[in-house]
């Protein structure tokens, strides 16, 4: 059975940094690609960085190019985000999501088939 469990999100003040990580169960050899979403209050999810867990090739939202990273470490099963100079923009719940298959669009929420709970961020002074 799938399951991808994210943690460390949390308060931060504008210009601040976080480390969002995303635990995947199962042979993560498996998964073509995992990615981020994140969903405002009052707005739909959108699309923030993907990976492709083979290659290592990574895609970004225009709004978080250059201030976040995404990565991957095969051996723990895990994914990263590490976001830095955050906005209060950058505020919501921040969701993992996997998918076995080759993505159409690496952004399109439509690509995944697995999601996580969620792991809330909170940029404000």
């Known amino acids: 059975q799938v399951q991808l469990v994210e943690s460390g999100g949390g308060l931060v003040q504008p210009g601040g940094s976080l480390r969002l990580s995303c635990a995947a169960s199962?042979?993560?050899?498996?998964?073509?690609?995992m990615g981020w979403f994140r969903q405002a209050p009052g707005k739909e999810r959108e699309f923030v960085a993907a990976?492709?867990?083979?290659?290592?090739?990574?895609y970004y939202a225009a709004s978080v190019k250059g201030r976040f990273t995404i990565s991957r470490d095969n051996a723990k099963n895990t994914m990263y985000l590490q976001m830095n100079s955050l906005k209060p923009e950058d505020t919501g719940v921040y969701y993992c999501?996997?998918?076995?298959?080759?993505?159409?669009?690496?952004?399109?929420?439509?690509?995944?088939?697995?999601w996580g709970q969620g792991t809330q961020v909170t940029v404000s002074s």
């Open positions: 999501a996997a998918t076995k298959t080759p993505p159409p669009l690496y952004g399109s929420m439509s690509s995944y088939n697995y």
């Open positions: 990976i492709s867990w083979r290659t290592g090739n990574t």
């Open positions: 199962g042979r993560t050899f498996s998964y073509y690609a």
